[in-house]
């Protein structure tokens, strides 16, 4: 449902994705340049949440509010999250996700699943960690300065809001990539994920469950090799792969 309303309002208000997620800049394709919220920006995020429009009044609100002073995205998600309309939506969901989650250890690092998740939760509960090869390019890698990115398809949401630490810190960077996942979700080219990871590193290793990691330099190879674990285990394109940046070293 989610990902259909992202197309749509993708395609009706481009502000949507050029506003709380960014415009782009020569820097960073996620890069985020307008910090402040405009009416559309109030509207497209209230309808994402409560799944309809704004009432007049409130609508009329905000806009005398715009017109005094300007309106700070984290200001607006603030108001949003703590509102009487979410709280009324939402709160039991929330309230059972929290009484869903349990935390665990393994290899001294502690993860958070949720209980009654079966696929993921339940073989890392009992000791089977899910995706084994993940797993291992993660351990490899994990020391301080090693940044994980599994967010089904909003990967473009956390690079955009982590520009400023990974500039800081020019971390590691493991994050899974899927295509289908990209467009669904985020109505985003899957190129311009691969465009930020090939400036940000000199190479990024492909890492899929069934053969070893391979370099590559290019967006096209790390399409190819996607296209090509997708051929191999017949899933058409379901398939996501996991990409491991290690970052050059900054530029002056």
Not at 40 to 53: E, K, Q, W, Y
Not at 123 to 130: E, Q, S, Y
């Amino acid at each position: 449902m989610l990902s259909r309303i992202w197309r749509r309002l993708s395609r009706a208000a481009p502000h949507v994705l050029g506003g709380p997620f960014g415009t782009t800049t020569a820097q960073s394709p996620f890069a985020r340049e307008v910090k402040t919220a405009s009416l559309a920006d109030v509207a497209s995020a209230h309808f994402l949440l409560f799944g309809h429009a704004m009432p007049l009044d409130v609508e009329a609100g905000y806009e005398a509010r715009l017109a005094r002073r300007p309106l700070r995205f984290e200001e607006l998600a603030e108001e949003l999250l703590h509102s009487p309309a979410f709280t009324a939506r939402f709160g039991r969901l929330v309230r059972s996700v929290a009484d869903d989650v349990v935390e665990t250890t393994i290899e001294e690092v502690s993860i958070f699943l949720r209980r009654s998740d079966v696929l993921v939760s339940g073989p890392v509960l009992a000791g089977h960690p899910h995706e084994p090869h993940v797993w291992a390019a993660l351990a490899a890698h994990l020391l301080p300065g090693t940044t994980f990115v599994d967010v089904e398809g909003y990967e473009p949401v956390v690079i955009a809001g982590s520009r400023d630490l990974l500039a800081r810190h020019r971390p590691t960077v493991l994050i899974e990539f899927n295509p289908f996942g990209l467009d669904a979700n985020f109505g985003q080219d899957p190129r311009r994920l691969l465009d930020w990871l090939l400036d940000y590193a000199d190479e990024v290793s492909v890492i899929v469950r069934d053969a070893p990691p391979a370099k590559c330099t290019s967006a096209l190879a790390i399409i190819e090799a996607w296209k090509a674990a997708n051929a191999r285990l017949s899933l058409d394109g379901r398939l996501h792969i996991d990409l491991l940046a290690k970052a050059r070293k900054a530029r002056d």
